[in-house]
């Protein structure tokens, strides 16, 4: 059973950083591809970026530029670095993990991803 646990979350004025972490269970982060999702107030859970086994990445065409992905597999954690965060950026973000069927495909659909956290939130100000 994979289990994941996001942290890092909290309230920032516009222009602020935040970096988001996702611990993972047992071996989660060295056998599999992971991605952060969000899910802003009133709106559907939304891709944000995901990370592949081998290193290659995807982002959502909105926070290109402004929002890194990282892993750490020997610490078992994954990372969202946020910069120059907007007041759109509010929203509960969620670490997922792919199939170990596909961990050298980052993925970008909701479907792509089969294990989530319970999410952290985020709320940047103006």
């Known amino acids: 059973q994979v289990q994941l646990e996001e942290s890092g979350g909290g309230l920032v004025q516009a222009g602020d950083s935040l970096r988001l972490s996702c611990a993972a269970s047992g071996r989660t982060l060295s056998s599999r591809s992971m991605g952060w999702f969000r899910q802003a107030p009133g709106k559907e859970r939304a891709f944000v970026a995901a990370?592949?086994?081998?290193?290659?990445?995807n982002y959502a065409d909105s926070v290109k530029g402004r929002l890194t992905i990282s892993r750490d597999n020997a610490k078992n954690t994954m990372y969202l670095q946020m910069n120059s965060l907007k007041p759109e950026d509010t929203a509960v973000y969620y670490c997922?993990?792919?199939?170990?069927?596909?961990?050298?495909?980052?993925?970008?659909?909701?479907?792509?991803?089969?294990?989530w956290g319970q999410g952290t939130h985020v709320t940047v100000s103006s």
């Open positions: 997922a993990a792919r199939p170990f069927s596909f961990r050298y495909s980052p993925g970008g659909t909701e479907s792509d991803f089969d294990y």
């Open positions: 990370i592949a086994l081998s290193g290659g990445t």
